[in-house]
């Protein structure tokens, strides 16, 4: 293996759970609701998921149950924002602090014990093509889950009669109400295909990038994916280009550190941070591209009156 | 779905009040069944957690120096968030102002003067200010989203402060450890009693009354709330977003220097790579816990302070981990969130209801409401 395929793997494994929290709440973004946990969902995942693998001795159970403990936590949001209207904005922040807390009590016992490893699929015959063959074709599940996740999602939300429901609730969900569109579970629906992305995120960073539980180990990645779909202006395959980017970045540091640069590493550590700054605030200079692509009731609480 | 929400004509006043007394009843409760499934008797636990920490002097000059951050922080926050400026970086801006006021012990150490303490504080208030500043900029000038800017800087903070007492600011007499030198006499916010609480109090109590006084009583706090409330209605009255933002987070972000550079002086006394449990992001459950009033504030900075105090008592006395304080002050906002619903709606049973009624003829069409 060459220095170049080694480096692209290791941004392939930072750039797959960003890309699959961010293709999650595109689509929770696109049903009108904002779901600012999805880090403490993420957390949620990644400490379930490294359990599930203990328990079961089997990573891939562990990665069912880090998408089952996403979903079953984005509920309570659901239930808080969509059922009792509560703001959707702080009961986010809630169901994030909330995440960190809780995991860091459930993994407590796990600190320092060593993980499963989720072990790659080579595809027969493709991963013999030179070089694209190791990059491409001997990953694990999940990577291939990631991009199977994009074309669904980008094929679900703009070629079907339901995925066109879900944003018609999503830009104005008075008129798709009137329509007789039943706008709450279509977002409890949306909310919960987002927790299930974010648990599977968060478990592939404890059963793939580093098999082992660390506290507070999504560093702020559930952030950076909202950012993402920002980036995107709400469109799967640009959050493709976006999180490889930023997969790009978390990577660069290491292999800046690697060469032996004289640059602190706290200011390396930093760069991904920085580089959400300045993307979003490229993006946003170009006022009528957000415009256009925000979803229009993007954070508004709907109820309907009888 | 069995539950119903029916919008009252009115606030509810009295739910006003009861809405986070039910909240916090209901935490104790849940905090009572996550007891008894990890196996403690819930009632012992529980006094252990909430009561123990109360019964002594020296412990409640721990709370009340454990309040202090997070009411100072909260009161700004509270002026953020009526403002509809979702300031989440408070964290960051704390972390920058005990960096800016740290500079002159560091500097200076021998620099034995009364004006040491009170530069000091100025410092920590224009490094938090000028911290929080950097989101309300981009939001204004490019429209970028303030609550993942904010929240990026954070992250920033916490490595630049790492850097900085790993590197250039590490005590040359520490034995390699990742410490600044300790402050000297004079970059000591002094104790007001001779235990743990120190003159940070002081500054919360002023922070509460002097933002309570600008909401209630001043043009400006008439501004953050039209603004809050509607930015359009805000414009007509000549009010404008921008400067509103600016000043709310500029306040915000001094407040939160103001709490960094305090506690860093009045009970950490050396900067360390870790300087806040937390403290950041507990204020805005804490400004959510007071109705974003300062009195409210200054009340349940008090009572999440207690769930920090509480969670080591807990885990001194019966081994429970340290993160329990954590996992009670998320669910506390949880709870808080959901009992407002009660000032603005009532709930109502529904036995069954047919499928959803499509009302494609006009005379069906039912009035639907948005909810800001």
């Known amino acids: 293996m060459t220095t170049v395929e080694a480096i692209l793997l290791t941004v392939i494994t930072a750039a797959t759970p960003l890309m699959i929290a961010a293709i999650g709440e595109l689509v929770v973004e696109r049903s009108g609701v904002l779901n600012l946990g999805v880090e403490g969902m993420m957390i949620m995942g990644a400490v379930m998921g490294f359990a599930g693998a203990q328990w079961t001795g089997n990573a891939y159970l562990g990665v069912v149950i880090g998408i089952l403990a996403g979903a079953a936590f984005s509920l309570l949001f659901a239930f808080l924002t969509l059922t009792l209207v509560a703001n959707q904005v702080a009961t986010g922040l809630a169901l994030t602090l909330l995440g960190l807390g809780l995991s860091g009590m459930i993994g407590e016992s796990f600190v320092g014990q060593p993980g499963i490893k989720l072990d790659p699929i080579v595809i027969p015959g493709l991963s013999a093509i030179p070089f694209l063959g190791p990059v491409l074709f001997s990953q694990d599940l999940i990577v291939y889950a990631s991009f199977a996740l994009i074309f669904g999602v980008s094929w679900f939300l703009f070629r079907t009669r339901a995925g066109l429901t879900l944003r018609s609730v999503g830009d104005n969900h008075v008129s798709a109400h009137s329509l007789g569109i039943a706008v709450i579970r279509v977002r409890y629906l949306a909310v919960l295909f987002g927790g299930a992305c974010a648990g599977l995120a968060g478990a592939q960073l404890s059963v793939v990038y580093t098999p082992q539980w660390i506290e507070n180990m999504t560093a702020g990645r559930g952030w950076i994916a909202l950012a993402l779909v920002v980036f995107a202006s709400w469109r799967p395959w640009r959050i493709v280009a976006g999180a490889y980017l930023f997969g790009a970045v978390t990577i660069a540091q290491f292999h800046a550190q690697a060469i032996g640069l004289k640059i602190p590493s706290q200011f390396l550590s930093s760069l991904p941070y920085l580089a959400t700054i300045l993307v979003l605030v490229l993006i946003s200079r170009n006022r009528r591209l957000t415009l256009i692509n925000t979803p229009a009731a993007l954070g508004k609480s709907f109820v309907a009156e009888r | ?372």
């Open chain 2, 1 to 372: 779905m069995p539950l119903e929400l029916i919008k009252r004509p009115e606030h509810s006043r009295l739910m006003a009040i009861a809405s986070p007394i039910i909240a916090i009843s209901l935490t104790v409760a849940a905090g009572a069944i996550l007891f008894a499934a990890m196996g403690h008797d819930p009632a012992s636990a529980l006094y252990f957690y909430f009561i123990d920490p109360l019964s002594t002097g020296w412990s409640l000059e721990e709370l009340v120096s454990k309040a202090t951050p997070l009411v100072l922080i909260g009161v700004g926050l509270a002026v953020c968030f009526i403002s509809n400026n979702w300031n989440i970086g408070a964290e960051g801006q704390y972390t920058f102002g005990a960096i800016a006021g740290s500079t002159i012990p560091i500097y200076f150490w021998e620099w034995d003067s009364v004006l040491v303490l009170p530069l000091m504080m100025i410092m920590g208030m224009i490094g938090g200010a000028a911290y929080g500043a950097i989101p309300a900029l981009l939001k204004t000038r490019f429209g970028t989203n303030e609550i993942l800017t904010s929240l990026m800087l954070v992250y920033v903070a916490g490595l630049f402060l790492d850097w900085l007492v790993r590197g250039p600011w590490r005590d040359p007499g520490g034995f390699n450890f990742p410490e600044s030198r300790d402050f000297s006499e004079a970059a000591i916010l002094p104790s007001l009693t001779g235990g743990a609480m120190h003159w940070g109090a002081v500054f919360a109590v002023i922070a509460v009354v002097v933002v309570a006084i600008l909401l209630a009583r001043t043009i400006k706090g008439f501004e953050v709330r039209v603004i809050g409330q509607s930015g359009r209605a805000g414009a007509f009255a000549g009010f404008s977003r921008a400067r509103m933002t600016y000043f709310a987070f500029l306040l915000s972000g001094a407040l939160a220097g103001l709490a960094g550079i305090a506690t860093v002086s009045g009970s950490v006394q050396q900067l360390q790579p870790v300087i806040s449990p937390g403290y950041g992001f507990t204020a805005i459950i804490v400004a959510f816990l007071g109705r974003l009033n300062p009195v409210g504030v200054l009340i349940a900075g008090l009572m999440l302070a207690l769930t920090y105090l509480g969670g080591e008592a807990a885990q001194v006395t019966m081994g429970v981990s340290d993160k329990l304080a954590r996992v009670f002050q998320g669910m506390l906002l949880f709870f808080v969130l959901g009992c407002d619903t009660l000032i603005l709606y009532r709930f109502r049973l529904v036995r069954s209801r047919g499928p959803h009624a499509p009302c494609v003829s006009p005379a069906n069409l039912k009035p639907v409401k948005d909810v800001p």
